[in-house]
């Protein structure tokens, strides 16, 4: 069995890290709240994206540790810690209290010491230890069962990774440091050796011992006396960077995360404004309070267990459509129901839900007074049409979808997996002749390597880990050499057979011969279906290689697939608010807004710069008709047209003064969004956008970014949304055996009988009325027997 991971974090450094990289992000009060937003964020994605069971976080204490007494000079040259940053460390306590996370500290240590331990305690019990770090002396215990987790990064250092990066032992990393030195901490080091000199003497002789036992071999003589004269000094260094062995208070079990508190948590996160964070958190965590233990029918609250003992007793109360149900996760309910021949009836209350688009913590009270308190807030905030009319509906559209699934081609699959591995063998075979020896080919460091010290190809951005190889970087130089399109194509395929052809069939359900995935309406911040298990929503299609993959997708017998796809509804979106009189009449006529886009853009003097045909020029126009959605500046359009930044400028410019309309939109979008805090969509939907006041000029304009985009795309998911509610009705009304089995972003894919074929102008209709905007609303029409081949419908 894999070892359970522990994960111990250096929370001074976090501390510090958070603080500096958002220092002045407030609360609307004005409390100082960047560390925390910091803190917080990395614990979550630590429990998130690690799924992390163990955890524990250790801190400095303000007495001296031993250090200073060995060392009067000891950090005395560190500045005091900020203020703001001072009054945020209690609530940073807090947050690890509510989390259920042990804040690890001994009077006399420093947290290093604290880490180095606990990780060698737990190792040594069979424990995998990460140390979540910045501080490179904590190398010193790398190796068996420990390693260092960088979190301004993400990478991982272990001993092979370090010995790579730094061309010498982890063991060795303080007699390294012995030489260099460390400013921020007063440890001397050896004046006048630096970071490259340590580390070719480091490579070289091993340890301090070794190195001054041998200095008559050191040809510099410079390096040799700067050495002697400071041996001392590095003597001294390396007992004061050696870390103490200490008792620590805790064991490796009690670091096991098992008294989360989820609503002290979501009171601390909405107390800080952190509502960005609270989706994720509830997503990891349930309260295990009213919403999950009691399920309301009319106004009697019934503990869920009693009900899932025996469910058929309840089966009258839960089908009667006359009396309301309240309760949380109604999707899973409604297939825990079906499961058991019950088909839940009624109008619903789902309170996540509710308390998801509130970003508020979920009622501990009972299910009908948090359910009062959440529609009475629901009203206040505008939400009232948002909840009841399309995601409190949503959950019976989504559970059919579930239950329905896709069908696949199993016949199919087995052979194009064949073909694919055939295909991977044979790229290999040649990229291994090309190169003079087998490397592994997912290796980017290795892959540098041959490309750019054996074949000697012209180097591009150069990294820690050796030179970028990454799929831009080769498509520049792809025509230097032939080993380069072998090793992008070995690449596209390797990609399709393991994620979306191995990886997607290993989901379908033996008894059905379906994919039933998984989709959550509470999982993004913008509002779009999220899916999963697996993700069918990433199915390739823009490559005629990973468009294969789409034929395994198949109708049943007798059936076809029906998809219907809105056509720019983004565009049309921001034509609509944008009010441009320009996009709203190029809409209204029904013409190529690409094409007309074109028109305006190009004038006679920038003729030149491109060829004069119409689908050149119709291409830009594209490029930067959707670039504009996602606020795309000079540089991304440059690289996605291959020109200058100064001629991408020109064509934004352009842009913005033939359609004042849209630039006008776009900057009060903005303003709008820091003054408010958040962007929203037309239904009401909030997305907070505390990284509006980054000091750090990147990490703003990615939230001005999301501040345009977020209105546009979560308007566009609500509308889709609203139509599938309203054509799962219709397929009720009608009693039809046929169903919709998947939703892509824009896109719905249904799988109907030919004698339902009749549904097809009512399902157009109602995808193209479903609201009633500036402009019309176009669907694109599909079938076909497999989600490849679709041919498009006219009238």
């Not at 958070?18 to 409390?31: M, N, R, V």
């Not at 925390?36 to 976080?57: Q, R």
């Not at 982890?170 to 030489?179: E, G, M």
């Not at 991304?636 to 003064?657: M, N, P, V």
């Amino acid at each position: 069995m894999p070892m359970a991971k522990i994960y111990l974090l250096d929370g001074n450094y976090l501390a510090y890290r958070s603080f500096y990289a958002i220092p002045h992000l407030q609360t609307s009060s004005g409390k100082p709240i960047g560390a925390l937003y910091g803190f917080a964020s990395t614990i979550i994605k630590i429990l998130k994206d690690y799924h992390a069971l163990y955890l524990g976080v250790a801190f400095d204490m303000k007495a001296p540790t031993f250090r200073h007494h060995l060392f009067d000079h000891y950090k005395i040259t560190r500045k005091p810690m900020p203020e703001a940053l001072v009054q945020q460390l209690p609530e940073i306590r807090n947050i690890l209290d509510a989390f259920g996370i042990p804040i690890i500290e001994k009077e006399g240590y420093e947290a290093d010491d604290l880490l180095a331990s606990m990780a060698l305690d737990c190792a040594a019990q069979g424990y995998e230890s990460i140390i979540v770090t910045g501080d490179k002396d904590l190398a010193q215990v790398l190796g068996n069962g420990i390693s260092l987790l960088n979190p301004a990064t993400w990478k991982s250092l272990d001993t092979q990774s370090f010995l790579k990066k730094y061309g010498f032992s982890s063991d060795h990393i303080i007699d390294f440091l012995a030489l260099t030195g460390d400013a921020s901490d007063c440890i001397p080091g050896v004046p006048g050796i630096g970071e490259k000199t340590a580390t070719a003497l480091i490579s070289t002789f091993g340890s301090l011992d070794e190195l001054y036992s041998r200095l008559d071999e050191l040809d510099s003589a410079r390096t040799k006396r700067l050495l002697e004269e400071g041996r001392e000094a590095a003597s001294f260094s390396k007992k004061l960077l050696l870390f103490a062995r200490v008792e620590v208070p805790y064991s490796c079990e009690d670091l096991r995360i098992s008294s989360c508190n989820l609503p002290s948590i979501e009171n601390l996160l909405t107390s800080f404004e952190f509502y960005s964070l609270l989706p994720t958190v509830r997503a990891l965590f349930s309260s295990g309070e009213a919403t999950e233990e009691f399920f309301a029918i009319g106004s009697e609250e019934i503990p869920f267990a009693k009900i899932a003992e025996d469910p058929l007793s309840f089966k009258d109360l839960l089908e009667d459509p006359s009396s309301s149900k309240t309760g949380s996760s109604i999707k899973e309910k409604i297939h825990f129901f079906s499961s058991n021949a019950i088909v839940l009836q009624g109008p619903s209350f789902d309170i996540d839900i509710a308390s998801s688009l509130l970003l508020c913590p979920v009622p501990s009270s009972s299910l009908s007074k948090a359910r009062r308190s959440l529609e009475e807030s629901l009203r206040a905030e505008g939400m009232e049409e948002l909840f009841f009319e399309i995601e409190n509906p949503l959950p019976a559209v989504l559970a059919s979808m579930e239950s329905q699934g896709i069908l696949i081609d199993t016949s199919y699959y087995q052979n194009l997996s064949e073909e694919f591995a055939s295909q991977i063998a044979d790229l290999e075979e040649k990229i291994f002749a090309l190169a003079g020896e087998k490397i592994n080919l997912n290796s980017p460091l290795q892959i540098s390597k041959i490309l750019f010290e054996r074949l000697l190809l012209p180097t591009g951005k150069k990294r820690k880990q050796g030179y970028a190889t990454d799929s831009a970087t080769l498509e520049r130089i792809r025509h230097l050499h032939p080993i380069i399109s072998l090793i992008l194509e070995y690449r596209e395929i390797a990609k399709l057979k393991s994620s979306h052809l191995d990886g997607v069939v290993s989901f379908v359900n033996p008894s059905t011969g379906r994919i039933h995935p998984h989709f959550s309406q509470t999982a993004t911040t913008s509002g779009r279906l999220s899916c999963s298990k697996p993700n069918l929503q990433t199915i390739p299609a823009r490559t005629d290689r990973g468009s294969l993959v789409r034929k395994m997708f198949i109708a049943t017998a007798g059936s076809s697939f029906y998809s219907f796809d809105y056509n720019q509804i983004e565009l049309r979106l921001l034509a609509h608010f944008s009010k441009d009189p320009l996009l709203l009449d190029t809409f209204s006529q029904g013409a190529d807004i690409h094409l007309e886009t074109a028109r305006l853009l190009f004038p006679e003097k920038f003729s030149g710069l491109f060829s004069d045909s119409q689908d050149s020029l119709r291409r830009i126009a594209k490029t930067i008709n959707f670039g504009i959605l996602y606020g795309m500046g000079a540089y991304g359009l440059s690289t996605q047209l291959g020109i200058s930044r100064e001629e991408a400028q020109a064509f934004i410019d352009a842009y913005f003064a033939r359609l004042p309309g849209v630039r006008a939109y776009l900057a009060e979008s903005i303003r709008l969004a820091k003054e408010q805090g958040y962007a929203k969509t037309l239904f009401g939907r909030r997305r907070y956008l505390p990284d509006l006041s980054s000091d750090r000029r990147s990490t703003r304009e990615a939230a001005e970014r999301i501040a345009i985009n977020m209105p546009l795309q979560g308007t566009a998911a609500e509308i889709i949304k609203k139509a599938m509610i309203k054509i799962f009705t219709l397929f009720k009304e009608e009693g039809v055996s046929g169903a919709m089995v998947l939703q892509v972003h824009d896109e719905l894919l249904f799988e109907l009988p030919e004698k339902e074929e009749y549904l097809l102008p009512r399902i157009s209709a109602i995808m193209e009325g479903i609201y009633p905007f500036q402009v019309p609303l176009i669907v694109k029409s599909e079938k076909g027997s497999n989600y490849l081949e679709m041919k498009e419908m006219t009238e």
